[in-house]
């Protein structure tokens, strides 16, 4: 996704109500597009639901409690 889209994604998670993000990060990756980072507070089976949904991939780094959002 490029970053308009991952900014939009953002937002709307946030207006629908399923996450509080304590950490936002948008990371440009090596093939030029942008992932979202986010450190999660709130039901993440939802979030997880809401990416499918979108067809988006969704990685979780249990350490961390970081999620990252992009396109498979």
Same mark, same amino acid.
């Given at each position: =996704? %490029? $970053?308009? %889209?991952? /900014?939009?994604? *953002?937002?709307?998670? &946030?207006?629908?109500?399923? &996450? #509080?993000?304590? *950490?936002? =990060? +948008?990371?440009? @990756?090596? %093939?030029?597009?942008?992932? *979202? +980072?986010i450190k &999660?507070?709130?039901? /993440? #089976?939802?979030? $997880?639901?809401?990416?499918?949904?979108?067809n988006?991939? =969704?990685?979780? @780094? #249990?350490?961390?409690?970081?999620? /990252? /959002?992009?396109?498979?």
């Amino acid at each position: =996704m %490029d $970053r308009a %889209d991952a /900014i939009a994604l *953002l937002k709307e998670l &946030v207006s629908l109500h399923l &996450v #509080q993000p304590s *950490l936002i =990060m +948008v990371k440009k @990756n090596a %093939d030029g597009s942008s992932s *979202l +980072v986010i450190k &999660v507070n709130g039901n /993440i #089976q939802s979030v $997880r639901q809401f990416v499918a949904e979108k067809n988006l991939a =969704m990685e979780e @780094n #249990q350490k961390t409690g970081y999620f /990252i /959002i992009f396109e498979p």
